[in-house]
C-alpha cells in the first residue's frame, strides 16, 4: 500500500511562489504525479516524475528524491486562477494511482 | 490526449436503486479505471476495468457494490447499486496507455442519494 502526505492549506499572495511539499511511504513506484482539481472540476494533468531531480514546465515544476520518499510542486508568479486544490499521487503500475489527500491553494490579490 | 465523455454527468437517486455510469474514450486505451472521490475527499481508486474479464477490485471495494463491464477498449462502465447516502461523491473514469505517464479523466459523474 502507499501512504503519500501533504498539507492541508496553503495561502499565497499572487505574484508569489508557493511550494507544495509531499512525502510518501510506497511498496513499489513508478511515478509521482502531481494533479490540479478546480471545484466541480476533474483533475488535470500537471506533471510527471519517475526520476530524480526536477522538471520545469512553465511556471509549474516538480521535483523528486526518490531515496527520501519526497517530492514538491513549485508554483511561480502566482495567478487567481491557481486557486485550486494540488493532488500528488503515486503509481506502482502504469495509470493506476494513488492519490494523497490535497492541498487547498488560496490565492489572495 | 484521449477525449473521455462521461454520462450522466450528475443525478439524484433515491436509496436503494441503483445507476450505471458510461465512461466512452474516443480512442482505443489499454488500462481503464474508475475513481471515487467523497465530499472534500481526495480520490480512491475502485477498480481496474479489464478488457472482456471480470474488473479487478481494490481493498474495500465489491463486484456485488461496484459491478464494472469493459466490452471493448473504447467503453466501460460502473453501476452503484442499492445505494445509500454514503455512496454520494464523485465518480470518476480514468484511461491511461501501457508506457505512458499520464492518466486521463473524465469530468466525472456527481451523484446524490436521497
Known amino acids: 500500500g502507499q501512504n503519500i502526505d501533504q498539507p492541508t492549506e496553503m495561502t499565497a499572495t499572487e505574484g508569489a511562489i508557493v511550494q507544495i511539499n509531499c512525502t510518501y511511504q510506497?511498496?513499489?513506484?513508478?511515478?509521482l504525479f502531481w494533479y490540479q482539481q478546480h471545484a466541480g472540476e476533474a483533475p488535470t494533468f500537471l506533471s510527471y516524475n519517475v526520476l530524480d531531480g526536477l522538471e520545469e514546465k512553465g511556471r509549474f515544476s516538480s521535483f523528486l528524491s526518490r531515496s527520501k520518499g519526497y517530492s514538491y510542486l513549485l508554483l511561480k508568479e502566482l495567478q487567481m486562477k491557481d486557486s485550486a486544490s494540488y493532488l500528488c499521487?503515486?503509481?506502482?503500475?502504469?495509470?493506476?494511482?494513488?492519490f494523497g489527500a490535497g492541498t487547498q491553494v488560496v490565492v489572495t490579490p | 490526449s484521449a477525449v473521455i465523455s462521461q454520462k450522466p454527468s450528475r443525478d439524484i437517486c433515491q436509496r436503494g436503486t441503483s445507476l450505471t455510469i458510461q465512461c466512452q474514450v474516443d480512442?482505443?486505451?489499454?488500462?481503464m479505471f474508475w475513481y471515487r472521490q467523497q465530499p472534500g475527499q481526495s480520490l480512491t481508486l475502485i477498480a481496474t476495468?479489464?478488457?472482456?474479464?471480470?474488473?479487478?477490485?481494490e481493498s474495500g471495494f465489491v463486484i456485488d457494490k461496484f459491478p464494472i463491464s469493459r466490452p471493448n477498449l473504447t467503453f466501460s462502465t460502473l453501476t452503484v447499486s442499492n445505494m445509500s447516502p454514503e455512496d454520494s461523491s464523485i465518480y470518476l473514469c480514468?484511461?491511461?496507455?501501457?508506457?505512458?505517464?499520464?492518466?486521463?479523466f473524465g469530468q466525472g459523474t456527481r451523484l446524490t442519494v436521497v
Open positions: 510506497t511498496s513499489g513506484f513508478n511515478g
Open positions: 480514468s484511461v491511461s496507455e501501457t508506457g505512458e505517464a499520464e492518466a486521463f
Open positions: 499521487a503515486v503509481t506502482d503500475s502504469w495509470g493506476k494511482l494513488q
Open positions: 476495468a479489464n478488457q472482456g474479464s471480470e474488473a479487478t477490485y
Open positions: 480512442s482505443q486505451v489499454t488500462m
